[in-house]
């Protein structure tokens, strides 16, 4: 069974770089028929996609946070990784990594359960 | 564009059925996939595809789409259906943005 845990600071200064990784136990993340995202939601707010990655390295990020935006992926350790620069209070959220199965139909079948991210000085 | 929306509420009796609605272009392109989240929860996936339900999820939830709009049934709502839903799909730069999200209430 597939499962993944995100991990990183919980809190982040403005202006700071904020970085978080999440690791796939249970399955590869080589595997062929997921790719890997991020997604984030403020406090009160709905849920909002930040971008994913496939095992290759290939990404694809929300445009509205495309310049501020990394991720990246460590096969050796079955691990991808998110970095959102200049961060200020709207970023603070909880963030969640999520499986996209991509083989046929494209869905979110597997989650992690979220970690809170707060920015302030 | 790739905006999905949804209405922000819905209310529906104990017993009865609700329909919830997502709009957006590529939807026309690729089918959405729903989501349920309780209030301090992760989302879990409700429906996908044309209309299949991942394992352990109760057979009242369904889905289907026509043209830019999805949608998903609850068929005899239960109190354990009060949520927050989302609508998602893959848009053409292959990113996956989120519908606005409706409130389920069961009365």
């Known amino acids: 069974q597939l499962q993944l845990q995100e991990s990183g600071p919980g809190l982040v200064k403005p202006s700071e770089t904020l970085s978080l990784t999440c690791t796939v136990s249970g399955g590869s993340i080589s595997s062929s028929s997921y790719y890997w995202g991020w997604i984030r939601q403020p406090p009160g707010k709905g849920l909002e996609w930040i971008g994913s990655?496939?095992?290759?390295?290939?990404?694809y990020y929300n445009p509205s946070l495309k310049s501020r935006v990394t991720i990246s992926v460590d096969t050796s350790k079955n691990q991808f990784s998110l970095k959102l620069s200049s961060v200020t209070a709207a970023d603070t959220a909880v963030y969640y990594c999520?499986?996209?199965?991509?083989?046929?139909?494209?869905?979110?079948?597997?989650w992690g359960k979220g970690t809170t991210v707060t920015v302030s000085s | 564009s790739s905006e999905l929306t949804q209405d922000p509420a819905v209310s529906v009796a104990l017993g009865q059925t609700v329909r919830i609605t997502c709009q957006g272009d590529?939807?026309?392109?690729?089918?959405a996939s729903w989501y349920q989240q309780k209030p301090g929860q992760a989302p879990v996936l409700v429906i996908y595809?044309?209309?299949n339900r991942p394992s352990g999820i109760p057979d009242r939830f369904s889905g289907s789409s026509s043209g830019n709009t999805a949608s998903l049934t609850i068929t005899g709502a239960q109190a354990e259906d009060e949520a927050d839903y989302y609508c998602?799909?893959?848009?053409?730069?292959?990113?996956?943005?989120f519908g606005t999200g409706t409130k389920v209430t069961v009365l």
């Open positions: 595809g044309k209309n």
């Open positions: 998602n799909s893959r848009d053409s730069s292959g990113n996956h943005p």
């Open positions: 590529s939807l026309r392109s690729y089918y």
């Open positions: 999520a499986g996209v199965h991509g083989s046929g139909y494209y869905y979110m079948d597997v």
């Open positions: 990655i496939y095992y290759s390295g290939s990404t």
